[in-house]
């Protein structure tokens, strides 16, 4: 990326002076998110009906603000807009984002000649445009937010977005989970600002390590191959298609007002280039997880860990489906782990099943890290019971359960750490809500990718293992 451009979007996530056009009581997220998230910039009000609001001073007009405008948001109805645009082409306002609806997602003529007047007024000067119909730009690190409850503190991962409350519900769920965010864009109609160019910018950025998407459609296919196709070759880049079938495309139209295109071609495409491909919000943030917080994996081959014979099997079958394997333990790492647990009631094979390792007679994570250590294992599937806090405080001791949740956590960090493969845990919330986020919490803010079941650990597993496939087949 040209390095005037790149400096464009610096200021774009950064910037130092901020406006809200049609400040109302119904627009207070726009001016009480950068407070409440710490940006440190100026922040002014634009209304021309109103002396003050939420203790803001109203200008009339953004041309009555004595101070340069990076950054301004427009909420008033689509008819004002060009009124608007105009002011903020004079004023020299660097980027102008339009909160508001009925542009050419109506499928009105009227709505797609407002986004090209705008796009004309546009020319005239220096000023871009974000969106419209969309909600706008969060980046914690500058303070710039478009929600009050988004976190303060930044992350790796970037997520840019047609969608204004699918953003909203990523970064949500991210602060859950514990993913933090560098840049998330709500893009709306893209009439201006693209993804293909976000995208470009992200991958020269120093502080996203993944770049993330979701998608309907866009107006040069052509340019958004290319640039993905060179972004995934500096990081991970997950993709999340929106239309991919025919009723599912008719809803696109409605929404952003783009052509959303094939399932089967966007797949294709998606799987020639390297992209991740995603289909909903859980298997993304699965997938922020386990790229996250782990070494990349040498090869398909990976060690299940349960403590439900019939589980161990069914889930062992997943596995297998989705193109992993589940390879056999040798006879001498058999042999050493038969002599830390019982042969009854025990699988010691691969999936290992050995809940008599848990109570009676031997540290589970021992058995685990001695398993993981054989050449033929690229990974490991842990399944973490919440319920054992309950059974084993009332047979054990609660000390028993807090020595169990460390050792699982020391045998994780080994397996990553000095083994260098991905380790993940599988953490279902069957017996007890409070403690399977308890639990959650206490893996993922020690580094430790935690998903609710098995099957979606080895799903985001496998997303990893095929990137880096990806990247060595792209080796000389």
Known sequence: MEREKFEYFERLFHPESIAIIGASEGSFFYLSAPGVTGYKGKVYAVNPNRDSILNFKCYKSILDINDDIDFASVTLPAKYTPDVMRECVEKGVKTVHFFTSGFSETGTEEGRKLEQELLK???KGSTRILGPNCMGVYCPESGLSFMPGFPKKPGPVAFIAQSGALTEQVVYSGRLRGVGFSKVVSYGNAI?????????YLAEDPKTKIISTYIEGTKNGRKFYETLKEAVKKKPVIVWKGGQTERGAVAVSSHTGSLAGSGNIWKAALNQIGAVNIRDLEDLVDTFLVFLQNPPPRGRRGLIVSFSGGESVTETDKAVEMG????????????????????????????????????RFA????????????????FVIFEMLDRYRSVGKHFRGFQWYVDLRKSIRDAANYIKNELGKPFVIAILPAFSEHEATYLRKFYTTRGISVVPTMTRAAKAIKRMIEYHEFLDKQKP
Do not use: Y
Request: net charge negative.
């Open 121 to 123: 007024i546009s020319s």
């Open 192 to 200: 201006d600002l693209d993804n293909p160019e976000f995208i470009e």
């Open 324 to 359: 992993l394997e589940i390879p056999l333990l040798s006879k001498e790492t058999k042999e050493k782990i038969d002599e830390m647990v019982p042969a009854a009631g025990i699988s010691t094979r691969n999936p290992l099943d050995i809940p008599s390792a848990f109570f």
């Open 363 to 378: 540290n589970i994570a021992e058995v685990v890290k001695v398993a993981a250590s054989e050449d033929n294992i690229d």
